[in-house]
């Protein structure tokens, strides 16, 4: 199996930072892909920013400017720098990966716990 521990997530006034991280752990042979996804009450789940292993990164037009996703291979992590902070922020953020746990198996998909992050005006 594959456990994800996220951590960064908090209360912040608007204009603030933020920094969160996934870390992935367990049967892993290569990470494929690293995502950050939110949900706010009431809203779906919606995708925040993507790379790939080769590094390629995608970021929603909500946050692009103001979220930086990045990964760190030897770390089995991934981080979202957050900045500039709107109260329309504010959700839970959990983190997704897809993971080969061997050189023979299919890609399997993870999630995190979530981790809550709120933005004050």
């Known amino acids: 199996q594959v456990q994800l521990v996220e951590s960064g997530g908090g209360l912040v006034q608007a204009g603030g930072s933020l920094r969160l991280s996934c870390a992935a752990s367990g049967n892993i042979f290569r990470i494929d892909y690293m995502r950050w996804y939110r949900q706010a009450p009431g809203k779906e789940r919606e995708l925040v920013a993507g790379i790939t292993s080769d590094g390629s990164t995608n970021h929603a037009d909500s946050v692009k400017g103001r979220f930086t996703i990045s990964r760190d291979n030897e770390k089995n992590t991934v981080h979202l720098q957050m900045n500039s902070l709107r109260p329309e922020d504010t959700a839970v953020y959990y983190c997704?990966?897809?993971?080969?746990?061997?050189?023979?198996?299919?890609?399997?998909?993870?999630w995190g716990q979530g981790t809550q992050v709120t933005v004050s005006s």
């Open positions: 997704n990966v897809g993971v080969y746990r061997n050189r023979w198996s299919y890609l399997s998909n993870y």
